[in-house]
C-alpha cells in the first residue's frame, strides 16, 4: 500500500515533470534556456518514472534492469545535454542576453 | 482499455509527426523526426507485444538510420540554404485531392473486412502460426517462438536476408566506397573491395 | 580542459556497456526479445559512437575496413556454411535436428550459429555502411 502510494508519487511527479519540461521548451526564448528547461527535466523525470515503476515491480529481474536504464540514464541524458551545448557553442549561436530578450 | 488509450496516443503522436515532416523544411529537423517517428513506432509495437519487431526498429529506425541520414546530409548541402525555389504547382490541387480522398475511401472501406487484431480465425493464423505456436518449443526447445520462426523454420528466407543485407553493404562500397580518388592508392583499395 | 572531455569519458564508460549489451542480445535472443539483427545493429552503434566522439581515423584504427569487409562475408559463409554442414550430415539444407545428438540440442547449436552468422554479417555491413558514407566527406 504504501509502496503503491510512494510509487504513484514518483510516476505522477514524472510526468509532471516531463510535462514542465515540455512547456519549457515552448515558452522559453533561445536555445540555451530551452535546453536548461529541457536537459534538467528529462532527466529527473525518467528517473523519477523508472523509480516509480521499479517500485511497482518489486525485486526481481525486472527492477535490476529498470536500474540498469537507470543508470544508463544517469549518464547519457546529461552528457547529451552537455554535447548539444557544447556543438551549439562551438557553431557560434550566442545566447540570448536579458536585454535583447526583453523586446520580443 | 489502457491499451486503446495508449494505442490512440501513439497514433496521434504519429499523425502529428508525419505532419510536421510534410510541413517542415529544415532537413535536419526532419531527420531527427524520423527517428521521433520510428522511436513512436517501435512503441506501438511493444503495445502490440511484439518487442523483437520493436526492438529491431528502435535500432535501425531511429538509431542507425538517423545516424546514416545525417551523415547524408553532412555530405550533401541542406537544401534550405541553396537557392532553390520550389515551382508553382503546375495544375490545380483538386485532382490530387480527389485521388487520394478516393483512395482513403477504398482502404477504408478496405479496413471492414481485415480481421480483428489477435482475431485466431484471421487467414494469417490459421495455416502456419498454429502449427509454430504448439509445437516450436517442443520441436527446437527455444522458448521465443520469434527466434524459432526466424531461424529455424524459415532459415531460408533469414539466409536470403542476410544476403540482402550483405549485397546491400557491398553495393554502398562499390558505390561510395573507398575515398575521394585524390590519389591512386585509394583506387587500389576499392579493388580489393571488389574481390571480397 | 580538453572542450570534449565530459564526452570522452562518458563514451569510453557506456562504449563497453553497449557491446555487453548487443552480446546479450545476440545470445539471450533464444530466450527473450533479440537475436542477430539487432545485436548486430547494437554492436555497431558501439563503433558508430567511439567514431563519432573520438573520429573517424581512431576508429578505423580499431577495426580496420578489411576486417570488416571479411567480417561481413564471414556471417553469411557462416550462415550458409551451417546449412553446408548439415547436408553432409545427411540431413536437409539447414535442417540443424543433425547437428546435435538429440532434435532439441541439434536446433539449438544450429539456432546459435545461424543467428551468430547473421550479427556478425549486419554489424559489419552497418559499420561498412557508415564508414562509407562519413568518409566520404573529408577529401
Same mark, same amino acid.
Given at each position: 500500500?504504501?509502496?503503491?502510494?510512494?510509487?504513484?508519487?514518483?510516476?505522477?511527479?514524472?510526468?509532471?515533470?516531463?510535462?514542465?519540461?515540455?512547456?519549457?521548451?515552448?515558452?522559453?526564448?533561445?536555445?540555451?534556456?530551452?535546453?536548461?528547461?529541457?536537459?534538467?527535466?528529462?532527466?529527473?523525470?525518467?528517473?523519477?518514472?523508472?523509480?516509480?515503476?521499479?517500485?511497482?515491480?518489486?525485486?526481481?529481474?525486472?527492477?535490476?534492469?529498470?536500474?540498469?536504464?537507470?543508470?544508463?540514464?544517469?549518464?547519457?541524458?546529461?552528457?547529451?545535454?552537455?554535447?548539444?551545448?557544447?556543438?551549439?557553442?562551438?557553431?557560434?549561436?550566442?545566447?540570448?542576453?536579458?536585454?535583447?530578450?526583453?523586446?520580443? | 482499455?489502457?491499451?486503446?488509450?495508449?494505442?490512440?496516443?501513439?497514433?496521434?503522436?504519429?499523425?502529428?509527426?508525419?505532419?510536421?515532416?510534410?510541413?517542415?523544411?529544415?532537413?535536419?529537423?526532419?531527420?531527427?523526426?524520423?527517428?521521433?517517428?520510428?522511436?513512436?513506432?517501435?512503441?506501438?509495437?511493444?503495445?502490440?507485444?511484439?518487442?523483437?519487431?520493436?526492438?529491431?526498429?528502435?535500432?535501425?529506425?531511429?538509431?542507425?538510420?538517423?545516424?546514416?541520414?545525417?551523415?547524408?546530409?553532412?555530405?550533401?548541402?541542406?537544401?534550405?540554404?541553396?537557392?532553390?525555389?520550389?515551382?508553382?504547382?503546375?495544375?490545380?490541387?483538386?485532382?490530387?485531392?480527389?485521388?487520394?480522398?478516393?483512395?482513403?475511401?477504398?482502404?477504408?472501406?478496405?479496413?471492414?473486412?481485415?480481421?480483428?487484431?489477435?482475431?485466431?480465425?484471421?487467414?494469417?493464423?490459421?495455416?502456419?502460426?498454429?502449427?509454430?505456436?504448439?509445437?516450436?518449443?517442443?520441436?527446437?526447445?527455444?522458448?521465443?517462438?520469434?527466434?524459432?520462426?526466424?531461424?529455424?523454420?524459415?532459415?531460408?528466407?533469414?539466409?536470403?536476408?542476410?544476403?540482402?543485407?550483405?549485397?546491400?553493404?557491398?553495393?554502398?562500397?562499390?558505390?561510395?566506397?573507398?575515398?575521394?580518388?585524390?590519389?591512386?592508392?585509394?583506387?587500389?583499395?576499392?579493388?580489393?573491395?571488389?574481390?571480397? | 580542459?580538453?572542450?570534449?572531455?565530459?564526452?570522452?569519458?562518458?563514451?569510453?564508460?557506456?562504449?563497453?556497456?553497449?557491446?555487453?549489451?548487443?552480446?546479450?542480445?545476440?545470445?539471450?535472443?533464444?530466450?527473450?526479445?533479440?537475436?542477430?539483427?539487432?545485436?548486430?545493429?547494437?554492436?555497431?552503434?558501439?563503433?558508430?559512437?567511439?567514431? /563519432?566522439?573520438?573520429?573517424?581515423?581512431? $576508429?578505423?584504427? =580499431?577495426?580496420?575496413?578489411?576486417?570488416?569487409?571479411? %567480417?561481413?562475408? &564471414? #556471417?553469411?559463409?557462416?550462415?550458409?556454411?551451417?546449412?553446408?554442414?548439415?547436408?553432409?550430415?545427411?540431413?536437409?539444407? /539447414?535442417?540443424?535436428?543433425?547437428?546435435? $545428438?538429440?532434435? =532439441?540440442?541439434?536446433?539449438?547449436?544450429?539456432?546459435? %550459429?545461424?543467428? &551468430? #552468422?547473421?550479427?556478425?554479417?549486419?554489424?559489419?555491413?552497418?559499420?561498412?555502411?557508415?564508414?562509407?558514407?562519413?568518409?566520404?566527406?573529408?577529401?
Amino acid at each position: 500500500m504504501i509502496i503503491d502510494i510512494l510509487s504513484w508519487i514518483c510516476l505522477l511527479a514524472g510526468g509532471a515533470l516531463g510535462i514542465i519540461g515540455g512547456v519549457g521548451i515552448y515558452r522559453f526564448p533561445d536555445f540555451y534556456s530551452r535546453l536548461h528547461a529541457a536537459g534538467i527535466t528529462d532527466t529527473l523525470c525518467a528517473m523519477l518514472i523508472l523509480l516509480g515503476l521499479g517500485l511497482q515491480a518489486g525485486w526481481g529481474i525486472a527492477a535490476f534492469k529498470l536500474a540498469l536504464i537507470f543508470v544508463f540514464l544517469f549518464f547519457t541524458s546529461p552528457t547529451a545535454s552537455h554535447a548539444l551545448a557544447n556543438a551549439a557553442l562551438h557553431s557560434g549561436l550566442k545566447p540570448k542576453l536579458d536585454m535583447e530578450s526583453r523586446h520580443d | 482499455m489502457i491499451d486503446t488509450i495508449i494505442n490512440i496516443t501513439l497514433l496521434a503522436f504519429l499523425a502529428t509527426t508525419s505532419v510536421a515532416i510534410v510541413r517542415m523544411t529544415n532537413l535536419f529537423a526532419i531527420v531527427m523526426l524520423f527517428g521521433i517517428f520510428s522511436l513512436l513506432s517501435a512503441g506501438l509495437f511493444v503495445v502490440m507485444d511484439a518487442p523483437d519487431v520493436a526492438f529491431t526498429e528502435a535500432a535501425v529506425g531511429a538509431g542507425i538510420s538517423t545516424v546514416l541520414m545525417l551523415a547524408t546530409l553532412a555530405l550533401t548541402r541542406n537544401s534550405s540554404k541553396t537557392p532553390y525555389t520550389e515551382a508553382s504547382p503546375a495544375h490545380r490541387p483538386w485532382l490530387p485531392l480527389i485521388v487520394v480522398a478516393v483512395t482513403g475511401a477504398a482502404l477504408v472501406y478496405g479496413t471492414w473486412d481485415i480481421p480483428s487484431f489477435g482475431d485466431p480465425n484471421a487467414p494469417a493464423q490459421t495455416h502456419v502460426a498454429r502449427y509454430y505456436i504448439e509445437n516450436s518449443i517442443v520441436e527446437t526447445g527455444v522458448p521465443n517462438m520469434v527466434t524459432a520462426v526466424l531461424a529455424s523454420y524459415r532459415g531460408f528466407d533469414t539466409l536470403g536476408e542476410v544476403a540482402v543485407v550483405y549485397t546491400a553493404g557491398v553495393a554502398v562500397l562499390l558505390l561510395i566506397g573507398g575515398r575521394r580518388p585524390k590519389t591512386a592508392v585509394k583506387l587500389k583499395d576499392k579493388g580489393e573491395q571488389d574481390e571480397a | 580542459m580538453k572542450p570534449n572531455l565530459i564526452l570522452h569519458v562518458v563514451a569510453k564508460f557506456l562504449i563497453p556497456l553497449i557491446i555487453v549489451f548487443s552480446l546479450y542480445v545476440q545470445f539471450h535472443g533464444d530466450f527473450g526479445p533479440g537475436g542477430g539483427f539487432q545485436a548486430g545493429v547494437i554492436f555497431s552503434a558501439a563503433f558508430i559512437l567511439y567514431a /563519432l566522439v573520438f573520429g573517424l581515423d581512431a $576508429a578505423e584504427k =580499431i577495426i580496420p575496413s578489411q576486417w570488416l569487409h571479411m %567480417l561481413a562475408a &564471414l #556471417g553469411l559463409v557462416l550462415y550458409a556454411g551451417v546449412g553446408v554442414v548439415t547436408l553432409l550430415l545427411g540431413g536437409n539444407y /539447414l535442417d540443424y535436428t543433425v547437428l546435435g $545428438a538429440t532434435q =532439441i540440442a541439434g536446433q539449438h547449436l544450429g539456432i546459435l %550459429l545461424v543467428e &551468430l #552468422g547473421v550479427g556478425i554479417t549486419v554489424g559489419a555491413v552497418m559499420l561498412i555502411i557508415f564508414f562509407a558514407f562519413a568518409g566520404r566527406g573529408r577529401t
